[in-house]
């Protein structure tokens, strides 16, 4: 990848990693639109840090048009998972310069869930995936809040398709320079397996729970997918030792996930391919998990009634079974 990198997307990840790379010289164009591409396009990036606020300026575009895409660049796609097909479908066939489609870069997919990297090999050849932890959080257009540093995340990176092989280091070495803790994998679909069960948290917390009550929960779910991974043979990377240290960061509350944030900013949440995922492996394989159908039942009504995160209980049949793993 010896062109630009293209982010499409601007929110915690997309807009925290055009900052990043543009104080390391990674030469990167932010795809924006809405609030988000007024904001940076008048302010920059503002990152807020522990050690105090800082102000990026980045080149940011309302459009892959806009940003003229070329051969030797690559598409980071930076969008949440449940945005991630109409994004791709927006710019695969956008023309390059001097011939050919966007659809003939490398993509790098950055989502949470297991669908992202089939989404991008409808339409490109070259499809490295990337399985992200960061403690971000994004709530206003132009804003993150980075709470980790020197190391601002951990980056798990592999092929999600063949083409996609001669691309891995340039992508593990990109996202290393932008101060990720980042590291080839050879299995990238069994990684982000391993970060979904670690992602259910997500789409718990954002109802009414203590935190007793949330983590019951959460491991409910999380041995549910498991054994549906065990009995449909889908290899888990193992678990990570070690944790990503945050600091605090003046005048934020930590602590709260992505889903939390979605709810929060009144835009659409990634549940359909969190537990969703999960939902789509079973019914697939003739088989039923009714923990992850429940709330994902619970949480997309939620969502589509504009409900603020905490303003309702947890479907029943999870919290009968967190009420079950507290009395064990």
Same mark, same amino acid.
């Given at each position: ?5 293209? %982010?499409?997307?601007?929110?915690? =990840? ?47 575009? @309302? ?34 310069? @001097? ?23 409808? !339409? ?31 980056? !798990?990176? @592999? ?8 691309? %891995? ?51 409910? =779910? ?11 043979? =889908? ?29 929060? !900013? ?17 019914? @697939? ?13 619970? =949480?997309? %009504? ?27």
């Amino acid at each position: 990848m010896s062109g630009r990198r293209l %982010i499409v997307g601007a929110g915690a =990840l997309g807009a925290l990693l055009a900052a990043q790379w543009r104080a390391a010289g990674v030469p990167a164009v932010l795809v924006a639109r809405g609030a988000a591409l007024e904001v940076i396009r008048e302010r920059g990036v503002t990152v807020r840090r522990p050690h105090g606020d800082e102000t990026v300026v980045v080149d940011v575009v @309302g459009s892959v048009d806009a940003a003229e895409p070329a051969e030797g660049d690559s598409v980071v796609l930076a969008v949440k998972a449940q945005d991630a097909e109409q994004a791709l479908a927006s710019l695969a066939w956008r023309p390059l310069a @001097g011939g050919g489609a966007v659809a003939d870069l490398p993509v790098v997919t950055l989502q949470n869930g297991l669908s992202a990297e089939a989404v991008a090999s409808r !339409r490109s050849a070259a499809v490295v995936g990337v399985s992200v932890g960061i403690a971000a959080s994004h709530l206003r257009p132009g804003e993150v809040v980075s709470p980790s540093w020197p190391t601002i995340g951990v980056a !798990r990176v @592999g092929a999600g398709t063949d083409a996609g092989e001669p691309f %891995i280091e340039a992508a593990r070495e990109d996202l290393a320079r932008a101060g990720f803790a980042a590291s080839v994998v050879d299995d990238i679909a069994a990684t982000k397996r391993r970060k979904l069960l670690a992602n259910l948290r997500n789409v718990v917390e954002v109802f009414d729970v203590d935190a007793a009550e949330r983590d019951a929960a959460t491991d409910a =779910l999380r041995r549910e997918a498991e054994a549906l991974f065990a009995r449909l043979d =889908l290899a888990v990377a193992p678990a990570e030792q070690g944790f990503l240290p945050v600091e605090d960061v003046p005048g934020h509350v930590p602590g709260r996930l992505s889903t939390w944030q979605s709810l929060e !900013r009144g835009t659409s949440v990634e549940s359909d391919y969190l537990v969703g995922d999960i939902v789509l492996l079973a019914r @697939g394989s003739g088989r039923t998990v009714p923990l992850a159908e429940a709330i994902q039942h619970a =949480l997309g %009504i939620l969502a589509a009634r504009g409900d603020r995160p905490g303003s309702v209980p947890l479907p029943a049949e999870i919290a009968h079974a967190a009420r079950a793993g507290v009395a064990s």
